[in-house]
T-cell receptor, first 115, second 113 residues
Framework: AQSVTQLGSHVSVSEGALVLLRCNYS??????LFWYVQYPNQGLQLLLK??????LVKGINGFEAEFKKSETSFHLTKPSAHMSDAAEYFC?????????????FGRGTQLTVWP | DVKVTQSSRYLVKRTGEKVFLECVQD?????MFWYRQDPGLGLRLIYF???????EKGDIPEGYSVSREKKERFSLILESASTNQTSMYLC????????????FGSGTRLTVV
């Protein structure tokens, strides 16, 4: 089974500061990679995903992530944090070639944005 | 707008009750999933289904069962609710391809007293 590690269960930044949320996966074959966001008392919403092609992927709300095969990483960034970015963020992977499409999730990173 | 709809946002049940959590999707997705979410533990897969009447155990199936009689509906059943089943329950659906990802419902926060 896939393993996904999100470094830091809590990250705090000031409004306007860079946001960096870290994600590493364990598979030797690069999987498909996803970032989801969860606002309080809601389900998860897709931010962005990497399947093939350009390794820098842009998503909604100004977020982007870069797939680095050599580092088995898919870190999420945003140049300037906004108060509305405060939420929990989940990294997930799925196996290429799988017809089930099951996602394996990290444990999540809670992002706090200070004014 | 495509949707995954969970029938209840908040639910309070008594210990020992049989509890049904319903999930309906309107996207003609083959796969459906039930997760529970607890602080510090992330999302844990309870059961999933890749076709009508088909089901597979996830990582934490104990104390739960599921039913999928129609493609669009996937029900999670707590046969005899216990306080340790107090949690947020999330339903998701997906196409039968690995690069699609999930569409999630809004979740049901279940409290067992």
């Amino acid at each position: 089974a896939q393993s996904v590690t999100q470094l830091g269960s809590h990250v705090s930044v000031s409004e306007g500061a860079l946001v960096l949320l870290r994600c590493n996966y364990s598979s030797s074959v690069p999987p498909y990679l996803f970032w989801y966001v969860q606002y309080p008392n809601q389900g998860l919403q897709l931010l962005l995903k990497y399947t093939t092609g350009a390794t820098l992927v842009k998503g909604i709300n100004g977020f982007e992530a870069e797939f680095k095969k050599s580092e088995t990483s898919f870190h999420l960034t945003k140049p300037s944090a906004h108060m509305s970015d405060a939420a929990e963020y989940f990294c997930a992977v799925s196996d290429r070639g799988s017809t089930l499409g099951r996602l394996y999730f990290g444990r999540g990173t809670q992002l706090t944005v200070w004014p | 707008d495509v949707k995954v709809t969970q029938s209840s946002r908040y639910l309070v049940k008594r210990t020992g009750e049989k509890v049904f959590l319903e999930c309906v999707q309107d996207m003609d997705h083959e796969n459906m999933f039930w997760y529970r979410q607890d602080p510090g533990l992330g999302l844990r897969l309870i059961y999933f289904s890749y076709d009508v009447k088909m089901k597979e155990k996830g990582d934490i199936p104990e104390g739960y069962s599921v039913s999928r009689e129609k493609k669009e509906r996937f029900s999670l059943i707590l046969e005899s609710a216990s306080t340790n089943q107090t949690s947020m329950y999330l339903c998701a659906s997906s196409l039968a391809v690995a690069n699609y990802g999930y569409t999630f419902g809004s979740g049901t926060r279940l409290t067992v007293v």
